[in-house]
Antibody, heavy 118, light 107 residues
């Protein structure tokens, strides 16, 4: 069955960096686009970034563009999110998710919590 | 960016009620509209894709309709396990924006 397992969350100071990872299994990873979606405590869902099946392009929400970098390794079935210049408002649960060719997100990981605090 | 506006933001309702949640896009998105259910502490779950395509395993009391800019999610007879938050999302254009969510609460 499809499994997406995030890791790397934790507490970090404003202005510092953090790298999240997502390990995928149960499907052919190289055939799917992969996303990061986040949810601040008590708030709604915010789409963060996507990379297509081959990782050739990367797209970002305005709120993270220039600070976050999404990447994937199809040989290892992993998706990463490198986050730099973190802000208090980046505090959220970060979900790794997969989508089909029309960008419908059909599976989500369980999420990893990132807390930006001084 | 395409703005997605859901209403209501919360709804107090009872088991057996018929519930309709609406989602409006700020510009046409054809039928590239998905609905998700999220329970506390859990990841979202895809209920409906492409405005009206019920996902495998999702009970038939859930249905979706609409095209262009206006969409609805209907739950024909609420069950206890349906009390959760519901989100629409457009998959038409990046950034793939979500609605602000609708929380169903027990009356």
């Amino acid at each position: 069955q499809v499994q997406l397992v995030e890791s790397g969350g934790g507490v970090v100071q404003p202005g510092r960096s953090l790298r999240l990872s997502c390990a995928a299994s149960g499907f052919t990873f190289s055939r799917y686009a992969m996303h990061w979606v986040r949810q601040a405590p008590g708030k709604g869902l915010e789409w963060v970034a996507v990379t297509p099946f081959d990782g050739t392009n990367k797209y970002y929400a305005d709120s993270v563009r220039g600070r976050f970098t999404i990447s994937r390794d199809n040989s290892k079935n992993t998706l990463d999110l490198q986050m730099s210049s973190l802000k208090l408002e980046d505090t959220a649960v970060y979900y790794c998710a997969r989508s089909d060719i029309v960008a419908t997100i059909d599976y989500w990981g369980q999420g990893t919590l990132v807390t930006v605090s001084s | 960016d395409i703005q997605m506006t859901q209403s209501p933001s919360s709804l107090s309702t009872s088991v057996g009620d018929r519930v309709t949640i609406t989602c409006r896009a700020s510009q046409t998105i054809n039928n590239y509209l998905n609905w998700y259910q999220q329970k506390p502490g859990k990841a979202p779950k895809l209920l409906i894709s492409d405005a009206s395509n019920l996902q495998s395993g999702v009970p038939s009391r859930f249905s979706g309709s609409g095209s262009g800019t206006d969409f609805t999610l209907t739950i024909s007879s609420l069950q206890p396990e349906d009390f959760a938050a519901y989100y629409c999302q457009q998959s038409y254009r990046i950034p793939y924006t979500f609605g602000q969510g609708t929380k169903l609460e027990i009356k």
